[in-house]
């Protein structure tokens, strides 16, 4: 399995500013997914990443809120943007390995609380 | 879409004993059924997966079954350990737009009691 690091591992904000979370994987992988889990909830999919192309969103979930990049294999980011107190979750990136294998495998997550 | 029912949504059973949390999934298309560990503080970790053409699938202490006739699955944690206090997620999955599509389950708290 892939090994999956991100940044920032936590961070406290106001509300109406934005963060970046970065998502760095040790091999290069075909898909990338970002997740958010709100409080005590299950895993919700906001988008795929893509290297080279546009990330698809999920119902709800819109660019100009969560923008991401996908710039190679191995990196990803996703920025919320312009945060409310709703925001507050954690964020997870996922990754497929290459040759279209089945099982996502998980960052340790981003655990943000807007003020 | 795809909808996917676990239950319990908690459970407390005491060292040694034995845990199930059921799942149920809509999609009669789904053929991959992973299973994940979550502990307090990070990530989701895969802990046992079964594709659709398997009944049953066990790993030391784990095993997963899957009745894709009733649309439902299940895990089962033998001789349960402290360590096995987590949350659980069951997840169903399927081929769409040229990736596999998971859809996640609410999640179980399993609470093993020392």
């Known amino acids: 399995s892939a090994v999956i690091s991100q940044k920032p591992s936590r961070d406290i904000c106001q509300r109406g500013t934005s963060l970046t979370i970065q998502c760095q994987v040790d091999?290069?992988?075909?898909?990338m997914f970002w997740y958010r889990q709100q409080p005590g909830q299950s895993l919700t999919l906001i988008a795929t990443?893509?290297?080279?192309?546009?990330?698809?969103?999920e119902s709800g979930f819109v660019i100009d809120k969560f923008p991401i990049s996908r710039p190679n294999l191995t990196f990803s980011t996703l920025t919320v943007s312009n945060m409310s107190p709703e925001d507050s979750s954690i964020y997870l990136c996922?990754?497929?390995?290459?040759?279209?294998?089945?099982?996502?495998?998980f960052g340790p997550g981003t655990r943000l609380l807007v003020l | 879409g795809e909808n996917v029912e676990q239950h319990p949504s908690t459970l407390s059973v005491q060292e040694g004993d034995s845990a199930v949390i059921k799942c149920t999934y809509s999609?009669?298309?789904?053929?991959?059924f992973p299973w994940y560990k979550q502990e307090l503080g990070k990530g989701p970790q895969l802990i046992i997966d079964?594709?659709?053409?398997?009944g049953e699938k066990k790993d030391q202490r784990i095993a997963v079954t899957l009745n894709k006739t009733a649309k439902h699955f299940s895990l089962h944690i033998t001789e349960t350990q402290p360590e096995d206090s987590a949350v659980y997620f069951c997840?169903?999955?399927?081929?769409?737009?040229?990736?596999?599509?998971?859809?996640f389950g609410t999640g179980t708290k399993l609470q093993v009691i020392p």
């Open positions: 996922s990754v497929v390995g290459r040759g279209g294998q089945e099982t996502q495998y």
């Open positions: 091999s290069q992988v075909t898909m």
């Open positions: 990443a893509n290297q080279g192309s546009e990330a698809t969103y």
């Open positions: 999609d009669s298309a789904s053929n991959y």
């Open positions: 079964i594709r659709s053409n398997v």
């Open positions: 997840a169903a999955s399927k081929v769409a737009g040229g990736y596999q599509k998971v859809t």
